[in-house]
DNA sequence: TTCCAGGACCCTG
DNA sequence: CAGGGTCATGGA
């Protein structure tokens, strides 16, 4: 099937780090949701895909109104620059679990890591689809043992997973409830979580919840915010979220999307901070 | 060899 | 509340 696009990368949007279980292989990308195995590709304004066009209006946020976004967004040269780099570039609508389990993995490692661990997770518990691997479920992934996971290669993560797993498939926590939260009653929830911090929080609110207010602040997202914005001050991780929520006006989400592509793609590092 | 990566947690002052 | 050490893993 072929849908029409407009101001749309699906390039950008999937490979700018926010997700980590689409597969390129040739101009196709590939992943499973609710084990079905969805492929897309895009020519010029067209996506050819064997998923319909209300799915990935779903998960590609395709009626996301992108003008008015950028309008909302272009306060200063960095983050116009950035979106002028990165246009089409769309937030993703991902599975909440798949989502938080991969963030819980992402602490203090880096994006090909962190791609392998979902994968080993998937191939290791996922059910097969075509190929390629699904996600597991909660229940699926409280029944693994530590020592599976550390085998997965999350290494002190992995008692975080299987802790996470087991308070989900048991029902004591529910993720589904904080689609109808606030943002922050929401993130108090998430915090509780054992192995979920503050910018964790934030990565699940945004990418699997829809709550564009959303601000995670990793290394690259203090560095070009600390440089660019506070002008080399030091300051604290909290204060850059509300800056950002305030300055970026409802959509923070989508700032810190480009700024972080941005800061990556620029190898921002101390070293030119401090300049 | 050392440093770093989409951090959280624990302990100190 | 801020600052530092620690935790597994793999690439530069």
Redesign the pocket.
């Known amino acids: 099937m072929k849908i029409r696009v407009k101001n749309f990368s699906l390039k950008h949007t999937l490979e700018?780090?926010?997700?980590?279980r689409w597969h390129k292989i040739d101009d196709w990308y590939y992943t499973v949701r609710e084990n079905r195995l969805i492929k897309v590709k895009q020519q010029g304004n067209y996506l050819i895909t064997n998923s319909s066009k209300n799915i990935l209006n779903y998960l590609l946020r395709l009626d996301d109104d992108l003008n008015k976004i950028y309008k909302k967004i272009s306060k200063d040269k960095i983050i116009k620059q950035a979106i002028k780099n990165y246009k089409g570039l769309r937030l993703v609508r991902e599975d909440p679990f798949q989502c938080l389990i991969s963030?819980?993995c992402?602490?203090?490692?880096?994006?090909?890591?962190?791609k392998?661990q979902v994968l080993n997770l998937s191939k290791k518990f996922g059910k097969k689809v075509d190929g390629f691997y699904a996600f597991p479920s909660a229940k699926r992934l409280a029944k693994a043992s530590l020592k599976q996971l550390?085998?997965c290669?999350?290494?002190?993560?992995?008692?975080?997973v299987l802790a996470v797993s087991k308070f989900i498939a048991s029902k004591r926590f529910n993720l589904n409830r904080l689609r109808n939260m606030t943002y922050k009653e929401a993130k108090k929830e998430l915090?509780k979580?054992?192995?979920?911090?503050?910018?964790?929080?934030?990565?699940v609110l945004l990418?699997a919840f829809d709550k564009m207010e959303a601000?995670?602040?990793?290394?690259?997202?203090r560095?070009v915010m600390q440089k660019y914005y506070f002008k080399g001050k030091?300051i604290?991780?909290?204060?850059i979220v509300k800056f950002a929520q305030k300055y970026f006006d409802g959509y923070a989400g989508y700032a810190?999307?480009y700024?972080?592509?941005w800061a990556?793609n620029n190898k921002l590092?101390?070293s030119l901070d401090k300049v």
């Not at 992402?106 to 962190?114: D, R």
């Not at 979580?193 to 990565?203: E, F, M, N, T, W």
């Not at 604290?236 to 204060?239: D, L, M």
């Open positions: 700018c780090g926010q997700t980590f963030y819980i992402s602490a203090n490692t880096n994006i090909p890591n962190i392998r550390k085998g290669k999350l290494g002190f993560k992995a008692k975080y915090i979580l054992p192995g979920v911090g503050s910018k964790i929080a934030d990565c990418y601000f995670p602040v990793d290394v690259w997202i560095r030091m604290s991780n909290e204060k810190q999307e700024l972080f592509y990556k590092h101390w």
